[in-house]
């Protein structure tokens, strides 16, 4: 079977490629803070610069991983449910559903070894730079060399390869048991429960901040594992309730919408499992952004106020702080674009199936676009409410406040980018999509 | 029930005419001429099934008909009106006034339950989606009972019969019919037949079905032959034995064929 994953990963390399970039980019981001660890293990680095590394390097990188864990295994979600067609074929053919399973697994393998192995380059190069406005800010002292070793590999292979195969199998056991006839509450309360526990999981998280030190400088950790464990929850959680709220707006929704609303609102309320693969980057995105962004303007405000910074200058470690939460948060946001290109593209077939019933081009997209504005707001109101659970106990706990003193800007913003990338892309993979003949786009190119 | 909304009077006396019609795929020394000059008329009310060997351009025949693709030449009239140039959208919206299709595959939506598939294309035309007239339909074709199932919680029979009414539910000019039995085994395709051929006796459409299958072409009135992108002749009230036999022959009919080209084809 691993001749099997092996000839489908080489003949098929367009279908890999949004698993291989999420695989590399994860790789890159967790490699490069990785490699402060190594830097700093280096024999004569001084203590106060080793210091400032591995408190970066594991709180930031720390919940990079986990945001990284999970933007993979979203995507090999996603990837591996488009191929349920392929695995029924495979059934027929006599394989067992444990062959099936060792050659999807097999291919996410071996695609994030190929994503982590390619990660290698950018993220010495990444170190070094990060190293560069470590020593730029004076937080490290300028005669630290860059080391490059096994912390940055081991923590790079070991996440991109974990949370790959680990989302694989998941998937596939599901499409080999869709495929056998199985279906229903089973799988259903599985997920449930999953949504719960990271539910509970985040709101700990979340709640550890009060029970912290104020002046602890991993304060910001707890707020942040615990942002990200919320996003997760609510994303697969949403797509019940968001069915669930449509099925009782269904008379008004249909008599607003038209056709177009009408295909939207049924897609949506009965295509739960598809919409928590979009939906997770889409919160995580907003949710990440928003708590992330807001903690370290607050960090930055009680580090100036506190006179802490008295050996560095403060904008310079600013600016370096804006640039580590930045990288996570372009990193989420190209997550982001390409779950939806992969979700939207797939629908190929379904769009032509429209276009024969007797849908135009325009009402495509009409249907298209509503869904992307549901999708929007509900990741928007979701990620929100994940971001301010980070954000409050973390601006408590260091200051006085409930809220930042930033004001909404940087929310406004991050929701702006939000429903820009989501419309944009969903739209305009979409109209690709749709420039094929519909008697074309019907027929199954497995 | 099923009685038209137009007048009686405004329905065409011919449900579909093809006029010098021609389709080249490619350019150069890969060029393949699919239909080469195909002209025919199809009287309202008829079944006619089009056969021919594979690569003779039956698919192209039938998408080049329906609106599905743009012939390089030649003239297409459904119900009375003319195919015109225009966008895809235009295309569209003509297709859905006067063109039902069944296909091999269904082309269900998979998130719609039985009577919002067969209610989709009057929604997507801004038209009055008739409960009772809908109910109806699918009564007829024996999925009274099924109203709410999704498509994959029935059989490929059944899904058939769904993609059936939806085409009739529209009541077009033409229904065409591209491989309807393709994945279906003997006795929901017989049903299949059935069910199209009593459409066209009970309720005067007109049905064309592309076919390879000399059984199912025995169900149509008359059958086409098509070889190599030309007519290769016709058959009247057709049984599966002179439709497979013709079916042998039309390979060494090549030389023959040009006569039976004729200018108008009536049939």
């Known amino acids: ?446 | 029930m099923f009685e038209r909304k137009r007048k009686p009077g405004s329905r065409a006396a011919e449900a579909l005419r093809l006029v010098s019609v021609s389709k080249v795929y490619g350019t150069g020394d890969g060029a393949v001429t699919a239909l080469d000059g195909v002209t025919l008329s199809l009287p309202t009310g008829s079944f006619t099934a089009v056969m021919g060997p594979s690569g003779s351009g039956k698919s192209t025949l039938l998408q080049c008909a329906a609106g599905l693709d743009r012939p390089d030449r030649g003239q297409v009239v459904v119900d009375g009106e003319e195919m015109s140039g225009g966008g895809e959208a235009a295309l569209t919206r003509f297709r859905r006034e006067r063109i039902g299709f069944v296909f091999q595959q269904y082309n269900l939506l998979p998130t719609l339950t039985v009577e919002e598939n067969t209610a989709l294309p009057l929604r997507l035309a801004g038209r009055r989606a008739d409960r009772e007239n809908i109910r109806a339909v699918l009564t007829r074709v024996g999925l009274g009972e099924r109203l709410g199932h999704l498509p994959d919680q029935l059989s490929g029979g059944q899904r058939q019969r769904v993609a059936i009414a939806r085409a009739l539910v529209t009541r077009p000019g033409v229904i065409f019919a591209d491989e309807p039995t393709g994945a279906l085994d003997t006795r929901s395709a017989r049903e299949v037949l059935g069910l199209l051929k009593e459409t066209v006796r009970l309720h005067g459409s007109t049905v064309v079905l592309v076919t390879h299958d000399p059984v199912a072409a025995s169900y149509a009135d008359s059958v086409l032959f098509l070889a190599d992108g030309r007519l290769a002749g016709h058959l009247s009230a057709p049984t599966a034995e002179a439709v497979a036999e013709r079916m042998t022959h039309l390979g060494g009919r090549v030389a023959g064929r040009h006569a039976d080209n004729g200018p108008l084809m009536e049939v």
């Open chain 1, 1 to 446: 079977m691993l001749f099997l994953a092996m000839r489908s990963v080489r003949k098929r390399p367009g279908r890999f490629l949004a698993t291989l970039l999420s695989a590399f980019l994860g790789a890159v981001i967790i490699m490069t803070f990785g490699s402060l660890h190594d830097t700093a293990a280096a024999p004569g680095v001084d203590e106060v610069s080793a210091e400032s590394m591995t408190l970066s390097a594991s709180v930031v990188g720390g919940y990079g991983s986990l945001l990284v864990f999970f933007a993979i295994a979203s995507t090999l979600t996603v990837a591996v449910r488009q191929r349920a067609e392929e695995i029924r074929l495979l059934r027929c053919t006599g394989a067992t559903p444990a062959q099936i399973t060792r050659m999807v697994v097999g291919e996410a393998a071996v695609v994030a070894l190929a994503g982590a192995a390619l990660a290698v380059g950018p993220a010495v190069l990444g170190g070094r730079l990060l190293l560069g406005l470590f020593r730029d800010s004076g937080q490290v002292a300028a005669t630290v060399a860059p080391a490059f070793g096994a912390m940055a590999l081991g923590s790079g292979f070991g996440v991109a390869l974990l949370a790959s195969v680990g989302a694989a199998f998941l998937a596939v056991r599901r499409a080999t048991r869709a495929a056998a006839g199985a279906r229903g509450p089973a799988r259903r309360r599985g997920r449930t429960w999953a949504g719960c526990a990271a539910l509970v999981a985040g709101t700990g998280g979340v709640l550890t901040t009060y029970a912290v030190d104020p002046a602890d400088e991993m304060l910001m950790a707890f707020p942040a594992y615990g942002a990200i464990l919320l996003s997760v929850g609510f994303a697969v959680l949403a797509p019940a309730l968001l069915g669930r709220i449509l099925e009782l707006l269904r008379g008004p929704l249909d008599a607003l919408g038209g056709a177009g609303g009408y295909l939207s609102t049924r897609h949506l309320r009965r295509r739960g499992a598809e919409l928590a693969g979009v939906l997770m980057p889409m919160i995580i995105f907003t949710g990440m952004a928003t708590a992330t962004l807001y903690i370290q303007g607050v960090e930055s405000d009680w580090v100036t106020r506190s006179g802490l910074d008295r050996t560095v200058e403060d904008k310079n470690l600013e600016t370096l702080n804006l640039v580590v939460v930045g990288i996570i948060v372009v990193f989420s946001c190209i997550m982001l674009v390409n779950s939806l290109y992969a979700a939207t593209s797939y629908r190929r077939r379904e769009f032509g199936q429209q276009r024969l019933a007797g849908a135009t081009p325009g009402q495509v997209l009409g249907v298209v676009g509503r869904e992307a504005v549901v999708l929007t707001l509900t990741g928007l109101v979701l990620g929100t409410a994940a971001g301010m659970a980070g954000i409050i106990p973390f601006t408590m706990v260091r200051t006085d406040q409930v809220l930042p003193d930033q004001g909404p800007g940087t929310w406004l913003a991050v929701m702006t980018v939000a429903a820009v990338a989501t419309l944009g892309t969903s739209l305009g993979t979409a109209r690709r999509a749709l420039s094929t003949p519909a008697i074309d786009a019907v027929t199954v190119a497995a």
